[in-house]
Antibody, heavy 124, light 108 residues
Framework: QAQLVQSGAEMRKPGASVKVSCKASGYVFTSYYLHWVRQAPGQGLEWMGVIDPSGGSTSYAQGFKGRVTMTRDTSTNIAYIHLSSLRSEDTATYYC?????????????????WGQGTVVNVSS | DIQMTQSPSSLSASVTDRVTITCRASESINNYLNWYQQKPGKAPQLLIYDASTLQSGVPSRFSGSGSGTHFTLTISSLQPEDFATYYCQQSHSSPPITFGRGTRLDIK
């Protein structure tokens, strides 16, 4: 069955960067958009952006522009999110989530499969 | 940005109760409204999309309704596994995609 498996927990100091991976299996990786969503401890869900794995095009939430980069490796079916200039407020669980829509159509922004989450802790 | 407001923020109920959670959008989003369930330490799971379509594998006790700016999620008869946090999310306008702040459903 389709699933997304993310990399393990990370600890970083303020000002550093982090790269989290999301490996897709059980479906054609390049056929579905992939989103990244984060959740600070005890807080709600915050959308960060989306990547089209077929061509690599991206769209980022305004609040992360300049600090976030989403990429993918189609040879390994892995998507990545890189977040730089980390601050304590970036401490959160980061999720990748598959869009319900295939890339032949406009992104639907409905998340039908989620990774298990990656905890990123930013602390001095 | 479209703001999503959920109410209540928390709710206590008993097994077999009927429960309704409300979500309001700051402007019309037609039927582009989705509901997710999240249990502690787990990723969210899609329950309902396009306001009223049940995701495959989701029990029929869950239902959604609404359009425009006002939406509801109803659980017809609460089961022990339903105690969780529920989020609404608009998929009408992006970026950004926005979520409600969540409704925590506890056992009374």
């Amino acid at each position: 069955q389709a699933q997304l498996v993310q990399s393990g927990a990370e600890m970083r100091k303020p000002g550093a960067s982090v790269k989290v991976s999301c490996k897709a299996s059980g479906y054609v990786f390049t056929s579905y958009y992939l989103h990244w969503v984060r959740q600070a401890p005890g807080q709600g869900l915050e959308w960060m952006g989306v990547i089209d794995p077929s061509g690599g095009s991206t769209s980022y939430a305004q609040g992360f522009k300049g600090r976030v980069t989403m990429t993918r490796d189609t040879s390994t079916n892995i998507a990545y999110i890189h977040l730089s200039s980390l601050r304590s407020e970036d401490t959160a669980t980061y999720y990748c989530a598959r869009d319900q829509q295939t890339v032949v159509r406009r992104v639907k922004n409905v998340f039908d499969i989620w990774g298990q989450g990656t905890v990123v802790n930013v602390s001095s | 940005d479209i703001q999503m407001t959920q109410s209540p923020s928390s709710l206590s109920a008993s097994v077999t109760d009927r429960v309704t959670i409300t979500c309001r959008a700051s402007e019309s989003i037609n039927n582009y409204l989705n509901w997710y369930q999240q249990k502690p330490g787990k990723a969210p799971q899609l329950l309902i999309y396009d306001a009223s379509t049940l995701q495959s594998g989701v029990p029929s006790r869950f239902s959604g309704s609404g359009s425009g700016t006002h939406f509801t999620l109803t659980i017809s008869s609460l089961q022990p596994e339903d105690f969780a946090t529920y989020y609404c999310q608009q998929s009408h306008s992006s970026p950004p995609i926005t979520f409600g702040r969540g409704t925590r459903l506890d056992i009374k």
